[in-house]
């Protein structure tokens, strides 16, 4: 009995051993596919970041008022090192109670230290969501158009929830002009449920009917909850997008921990990839922005 115990105990530890050698081992990969050098040529480069929502009504702990003071540093670091002209942001909520945020310290924030960008996919809060913005370079687009759909059986609902009943989730979508080759396009952004597979497949189902009917190229950017070769995925493929493999981690658990492949993706129809999907995985003075990694990628059309 004691003998079978110890063997018991001695596969427990060395299972937890691997995975501790695989993290630390992701851990050595700090920037995926680049150095993070500017686009090249008049390549454009965009970028997906869950920077993790905000509860207001708390002073101190993690995801706090108090929290964010400790982390915007960090989540301005990273917004300069991506050095992208579109950043699709998830989860950039300073969350209140109820659905209709009208505050939003991050993106205040970023706003506030990068004057040469601005918002889309943003309005008046009892008509636009403003938790899933999409940032931009001024000197180099122009919006043309922007809109929302939420994950619904009345997507055209503001703030209606998802198809089990859980919160409200949605896509933002703002239609650009490159000031540089003239070149229109839209970027879509998405977050999709982190838990319920039948919200994730119905919910990329509502997002690919639109592409496909959407003339010119299109860039679907976020957090999809779901890794390569996934239904998930599989349903905007056959909608017309491509998903250059991210390499490693997104997710890191606020901790650094690289323990399974990316859900944070960027996806794209009518456009061309310029290298591999580029991950920053960095902390700031020992503070990480967010528990995700941005991605970005560098696409010309």
Do not use: K
Request: glycine share 8%; charged share 20%; with cysteine.
């Amino acid at each position: 009995m004691i003998h079978t115990l110890l063997r018991r105990a001695a596969l427990t530890l060395a299972g937890l051993a691997l995975i501790l050698v695989a993290a630390v081992g992701c851990q050595q990969v700090r920037l995926g596919g680049s150095d993070f050098a500017p686009a090249p040529g008049t390549g454009l480069r965009v970028a997906t970041h869950n920077v993790h929502y905000i509860v207001l009504r708390r002073e101190t702990g993690r995801w706090s008022r108090g929290d964010f003071e400790r982390r915007r540093p960090a989540l301005a670091a990273a917004f300069a090192a991506l050095d992208a002209d579109i950043v699709a942001f998830q989860e950039m909520e300073s969350f209140g109670g109820g659905s209709e945020a009208r505050e939003n310290l991050a993106l205040d924030w970023l706003l506030s230290q990068n004057p040469g960008y601005a918002a889309a996919a943003v309005g008046e809060p009892d008509s636009f969501p403003i938790t899933q913005p999409i940032l931009y370079r001024t000197a180099r687009l122009e919006v043309t158009d922007q809109g929302w759909f939420f994950f619904s059986d009345t997507p055209d609902v503001i703030y209606s929830r998802t198809f089990n009943g859980s919160y409200p989730a949605y896509a933002t979508w703002a239609a650009f002009r490159d000031r540089t080759t003239g070149e229109a396009f839209r970027v879509v952004n998405v977050h999709f449920d982190y838990e319920a597979w039948e919200n994730r497949r119905r919910s990329a189902e509502l997002v690919a009917a639109p592409i496909a009917d959407w003339e010119g190229p299109v860039i679907l950017a976020g957090d999809l909850n779901a890794r390569a070769g996934s239904p998930t995925m599989e349903i905007l493929e056959v909608a017309g997008l491509t998903f250059p493999p991210v390499p490693g981690a997104t997710f890191h658990f606020d901790r650094g921990l690289n323990l399974f492949g990316a859900i944070d993706h960027v996806g794209l129809r009518g456009a061309e990839a310029l290298g591999p999907p580029m991950v920053l995985r960095e902390s700031y003075d020992g503070v990480w922005p967010s528990d995700h990694y941005p991605v970005a990628l560098d696409v010309s059309f």
